[in-house]
């Protein structure tokens, strides 16, 4: 047998995403997933809202007023900044919804993508909770879990998947996620040298973000995380679980001395 | 992909700070009441199968109607307990598909097996009754009932809901707790019995609900240090709610287990009270869970420690 490829994942970069939507529109086109009802949020320009089980790509839009003191003093100075990112599964390293999945459904594909085998999943929705960034959905009108795939049916064919080759910004990166960590780095590092120093990467590395061991989907950023609704240390619920067992555990057995002890209680009382 | 609704009061106000528009960043969780139901009849089915093998260990002959009831209850439980799971999938044909592996890195597929496990071994041993076989079906029984009251704890620990995970060491005694509590309330609702077996299940259910009510506390505790934010359910809506009274419905029937003592009408009472709160607890729980998904800053925050 060959060896798998090297993984490949994504580098999103928020300094470089002109919040078009492209990505979401190329996911929805190539994955061909329903629509989700047009609404009017009021938030910025993101009338998407968060990653669901029809919508793989989500541009979210951090949009903040500049204080007035902050502003600069002449005429037409900015009174807002916007920060947008395309927010995706981040197919972790350590990927809490492929753990917790009772059936096998949820594999790790040669590609080290995190992949629902429609064909497996019976929906039990446990992947749902067990997603530290709120990622994978259950689709109501067919019971089946779903999320981004990062177009393993493209990816077997060597093409790129549709967000990043709808990109018009390169914003979205596709290669491998050595390379991508290598560029993101680089990148990092040219944008403090020109003095934007709140730029910082996300989920880059296992240093960094311990509790997925590292994402396959990383971020440059440019505010704190929660406020583009990635939390600030996410962990794999499995990361944490042995504490639960060993407390079962000792409050088993302890049902097992109840249970016998009242029994002898109950005998022994009678001879009394 | 909003839900109507999803940040409304929240828009505008300070709460909304250092969240995205105060929208939930995790999905909530999708169970319906067939889940909190389940949690409870597993609980009664695990603790009542534990009962009737203890019945068998110690008693030889003199427990033999409880230690028969308890196998019936804990087959009876079992069973309507896997359909209710069956029904909350999204695709109840493929049920089967949970024991396509074996996964020990996931706590629904091993709870599968110990409900498998739990359900044939009391089933067989009712069917069998006490003949050597029967006996052996009951202990197997009793055995796998002992992480069947429980597991369910450890599966709602095991995701990334934040008073769910900050729960993860107080909830396996609290639901273990609970489900010897449940077992001995139905005991005490539905059944006449000896004056002996009427004594061990007096002595197991109130050392039960004391036991759950001292988790229950525990729990509190390590919610509040988890933050407030973790701790929010606990205080307010439905959640809050439900929690206030399955806490209430379990210290009434254990004092009324305690004042009434063993006649036949103060079992009926402690038990439908015990009853009522053991239901109240899980969907308490179920709640508390769905409460902490939708509010963005518990989950921003996420431990582990």
Same mark, same amino acid.
């Given at each position: 047998?060959?060896?798998?490829?090297?993984?490949?994942?994504?580098?999103?970069?928020?300094?470089?995403?002109?919040?078009?939507?492209?990505?979401?529109?190329?996911?929805?086109?190539?994955?061909?997933?329903?629509?989700?009802?047009?609404?009017?949020?009021?938030?910025?320009?993101?009338?998407?809202?968060?990653?669901?089980?029809?919508?793989?790509?989500?541009?979210?839009?951090?949009?903040?007023?500049?204080?007035?003191?902050?502003?600069?003093?002449?005429?037409?100075?900015?009174?807002?900044?916007?920060?947008?990112?395309? $927010?995706?599964? @981040?197919?972790?390293?350590?990927?809490? %919804?492929?753990? /917790? =999945? !009772? *059936?096998?459904? +949820?594999?790790?594909?040669?590609?080290?993508?995190?992949?629902?085998?429609?064909?497996?999943?019976?929906?039990?929705?446990?992947?749902?909770?067990?997603?530290?960034?709120?990622?994978?959905?259950?689709?109501?009108?067919?019971?089946?879990?779903?999320?981004?795939?990062?177009?393993? $049916?493209?990816? @077997?064919?060597?093409?790129?998947?549709? %967000?990043?080759? /709808? =990109? !018009? *910004?390169?914003? +979205?990166?596709?290669?491998?996620?050595?390379?991508?960590?290598?560029?993101?780095?680089?990148?990092?590092?040219?944008?403090?040298?020109?003095?934007?120093?709140?730029?910082?990467?996300?989920?880059?590395?296992?240093?960094?973000?311990?509790?997925?061991?590292?994402?396959?989907?990383?971020?440059?950023?440019?505010?704190?995380?929660?406020?583009?609704?990635?939390? /600030?240390? !996410?962990?794999?619920?499995?990361?944490?679980?042995?504490?639960?067992?060993?407390?079962?555990?000792?409050?088993?057995?302890?049902?097992?001395?109840?249970?016998?002890?009242?029994?002898?209680?109950?005998?022994?009382?009678?001879?009394? | 992909?909003?839900?109507?609704?999803?940040?409304?009061?929240?828009?505008?106000?300070?709460?909304?700070?250092?969240?995205?528009?105060?929208?939930?960043?995790?999905?909530?969780?999708?169970?319906?009441?067939?889940?909190?139901?389940?949690?409870?009849?597993?609980?009664?089915?695990?603790?009542?199968?534990?009962?009737?093998?203890?019945?068998?260990?110690?008693?030889?002959?003199?427990?033999?109607?409880?230690?028969?009831?308890?196998?019936?209850?804990?087959?009876?439980?079992?069973?309507?307990?896997?359909?209710?799971?069956?029904?909350?999938?999204?695709?109840?044909?493929?049920?089967?598909?949970?024991?396509?592996?074996?996964?020990?890195?996931?706590?629904?597929?091993?709870?599968?097996?110990?409900?498998?496990?739990?359900?044939?071994?009391?089933?067989?041993?009712?069917?069998?009754?006490?003949?050597?076989?029967?006996?052996?079906?009951?202990?197997?029984?009793?055995?796998?009932?002992?992480?069947?009251?429980?597991?369910?704890?450890?599966?709602?620990?095991?995701?990334?809901?934040?008073?769910?995970?900050?729960?993860?060491?107080?909830?396996?005694?609290?639901?273990?707790?609970?489900?010897?509590?449940?077992?001995?309330?139905?005991?005490?609702?539905?059944?006449?019995?000896?004056?002996?077996?009427?004594?061990?299940?007096?002595?197991?259910?109130?050392?039960?609900?004391?036991?759950?009510?001292?988790?229950?506390?525990?729990?509190?505790?390590?919610?509040?240090?988890?933050?407030?934010?973790?701790?929010?359910?606990?205080?307010?809506?439905?959640?809050?709610?439900?929690?206030?009274?399955?806490?209430?419905?379990?210290?009434?029937?254990?004092?009324?287990?305690?004042?009434?003592?063993?006649?036949?009408?103060?079992?009926?009472?402690?038990?439908?009270?015990?009853?009522?709160?053991?239901?109240?607890?899980?969907?308490?729980?179920?709640?508390?869970?769905?409460?902490?998904?939708?509010?963005?800053?518990?989950?921003?925050?996420?431990?582990?420690?």
């Amino acid at each position: 047998m060959n060896d798998p490829p090297p993984a490949k994942g994504f580098f999103t970069d928020a300094t470089l995403c002109i919040g078009c939507k492209a990505c979401e529109v190329a996911c929805k086109q190539w994955n061909q997933l329903p629509d989700d009802g047009a609404s009017f949020t009021g938030m910025s320009y993101d009338n998407t809202g968060a990653l669901g089980s029809t919508t793989w790509r989500h541009v979210a839009f951090v949009e903040r007023s500049i204080p007035p003191e902050e502003r600069g003093a002449e005429p037409g100075a900015p009174t807002l900044t916007w920060s947008m990112v395309s $927010d995706v599964c @981040k197919h972790c390293e350590r990927a809490g %919804c492929l753990e /917790a =999945c !009772p *059936t096998g459904a +949820i594999v790790r594909t040669e590609f080290g993508s995190v992949y629902v085998q429609p064909d497996i999943c019976n929906g039990c929705g446990y992947c749902v909770s067990a997603c530290p960034f709120g990622v994978v959905a259950r689709r109501e009108d067919d019971g089946r879990a779903f999320k981004c795939t990062l177009c393993y $049916d493209r990816l @077997k064919f060597e093409l790129e998947p549709a %967000c990043a080759k /709808a =990109c !018009p *910004t390169d914003s +979205i990166r596709f290669g491998d996620v050595v390379d991508l960590v290598a560029m993101a780095r680089q990148r990092l590092a040219r944008l403090h040298s020109e003095g934007r120093t709140e730029a910082r990467l996300y989920g880059e590395s296992a240093e960094s973000q311990p509790g997925t061991e590292g994402l396959h989907a990383l971020f440059l950023i440019t505010r704190p995380p929660e406020e583009y609704n990635l939390p /600030a240390d !996410p962990v794999v619920p499995t990361k944490t679980v042995r504490a639960a067992w060993v407390s079962l555990a000792r409050a088993a057995l302890g049902l097992a001395v109840l249970a016998v002890g009242s029994a002898v209680l109950a005998r022994l009382g009678e001879r009394r | 992909m909003i839900r109507r609704g999803a940040a409304k009061g929240t828009r505008f106000s300070a709460e909304r700070r250092g969240t995205y528009y105060g929208l939930p960043l995790l999905k909530e969780p999708v169970w319906g009441p067939a889940i909190p139901t389940y949690f409870y009849l597993g609980g009664v089915a695990g603790a009542a199968a534990a009962l009737g093998a203890a019945g068998q260990l110690v008693g030889g002959a003199s427990f033999r109607r409880m230690v028969i009831r308890a196998r019936r209850v804990a087959a009876v439980a079992a069973a309507v307990g896997a359909v209710l799971l069956i029904v909350d999938l999204g695709k109840p044909r493929r049920f089967l598909y949970m024991m396509r592996v074996f996964r020990p890195t996931s706590p629904m597929n091993l709870g599968t097996w110990v409900v498998a496990a739990t359900g044939t071994a009391s089933g067989l041993a009712a069917l069998l009754g006490r003949t050597r076989a029967g006996d052996a079906a009951g202990i197997a029984a009793g055995l796998a009932g002992l992480p069947m009251a429980g597991y369910t704890a450890v599966l709602v620990s095991n995701t990334a809901v934040p008073a769910w995970n900050e729960a993860r060491r107080s909830l396996p005694l609290l639901f273990i707790a609970s489900a010897a509590a449940s077992a001995a309330s139905l005991f005490d609702a539905l059944f006449d019995m000896s004056a002996r077996e009427a004594r061990s299940v007096r002595i197991f259910g109130v050392a039960a609900k004391r036991g759950e009510l001292a988790a229950a506390r525990r729990l509190e505790r390590d919610l509040e240090r988890a933050g407030e934010s973790t701790a929010r359910p606990l205080h307010e809506g439905r959640s809050a709610r439900l929690w206030r009274g399955a806490r209430n419905m379990t210290a009434a029937s254990l004092a009324a287990s305690l004042l009434w003592g063993g006649g036949r009408r103060g079992r009926l009472v402690s038990g439908l009270l015990g009853t009522a709160g053991a239901m109240l607890l899980r969907f308490a729980v179920i709640e508390i869970g769905k409460a902490s998904a939708r509010d963005p800053r518990a989950a921003s925050r996420s431990t582990g420690a």
